[in-house]
């Protein structure tokens, strides 16, 4: 996240012709998202290098708007208001990707899904079922703990060791099979060998007789994979060789259209 300037012109723009007032808000908002959802105002003034006073200020604009709330510990935390934005942007997000993953579908032959990373869960935002009569289906919408699934994988695979064993004391390890990783340490080897190789699997670990293969997407603004999935049988070692290139391939071009769209910006 670009850190927040404690500079601020008389005119009261950023020095990328924004707005810096609301520059900061949004900084301020990612900050305390980065920190779990719930910060102090002295962690926030440390993390920005903003004066207390400015932080107090733009907290307490972001608390009348509903976009944080104080909680009963003093603490700051993330508000409600901000969860329809988030559902919004999620569903315009999956039908802009949409095109992509029927590609997908097209050539790969299996079900093709888009998942964000959001808090602790990932949250699926778009679906193209395969054209199989048996495959794979899961609900836009549906959040599922990110240790036991593809995307979960390739989604954490870009966050930091220490990053990822909070995030896992904070939801545990629940097995959804047999199959299912539950010893961080052994979860951390996983997450190496999805940075070397460049994609994560999901092999009979949430559901079995399923198998997933998934991308993080790069440099996406906020955390976010697609993946195919299908029965075991058909995603087979020689299938996963085929569909893997396809996938990475599919994540480059998202990247790009996305970085496309921020650049009509301004």
């Known amino acids: 996240m670009p850190s927040v300037s404690p500079s601020s012109p008389s005119d009261g723009r950023s020095s990328s012709g924004g707005v810096q007032s609301l520059e900061r808000a949004f900084g301020l908002l990612e900050q305390m998202a980065d920190a779990g959802g719930e910060v102090g105002l002295s962690e926030l003034s440390a993390s920005t290098g903003l004066p207390l006073p400015t932080i107090h200020r733009l907290v307490r604009t972001l608390v009348a708007c509903g976009y944080v709330r104080q909680q009963a ?42 998942a964000l990373l959001d808090g602790d ?43 990822v064993r909070a995030l896992l004391s904070r939801t545990g390890m629940p097995a959804a099979t047999g199959h ?20 994560a699997m999901d092999d009979n670990e949430q559901e079995l007789g399923v198998r997933c293969l998934a991308v993080r997407i790069p440099d996406s603004p906020t955390a976010a994979a697609i993946s195919i999935s299908g029965p075991a049988g058909r995603v087979s070692e020689a299938a996963t060789e085929r569909i893997v290139p396809v996938l990475r391939e599919a994540a480059r071009r998202l990247s790009r259209e996305l970085t496309a769209a921020g650049a009509t910006v301004g």
């Open 180 to 199: 299912t990783i539950t010893d961080p340490e052994v979860f951390l080897g996983e997450l190496r060998q999805v940075r070397e190789r460049g994609f």
């Open 121 to 163: 869960d990932v949250v699926y935002v778009a679906q193209v079922p395969s054209h199989h009569s048996v495959r794979m289906f899961t609900e836009v919408g549906r959040r599922v703990l990110p240790h036991a699934t593809g995307v979960g994988k390739a989604l954490l695979a870009g966050l930091p060791d220490q990053d």
């Open 73 to 114: 510990n003093r603490r700051y935390a993330l508000g409600p208001r901000l969860i329809r934005l988030g559902e919004s942007a999620s569903r315009l997000l999956g039908a802009w990707a949409r095109p992509c993953l029927v590609e997908l579908v097209e050539k790969t032959g299996e079900t093709a899904n888009m």
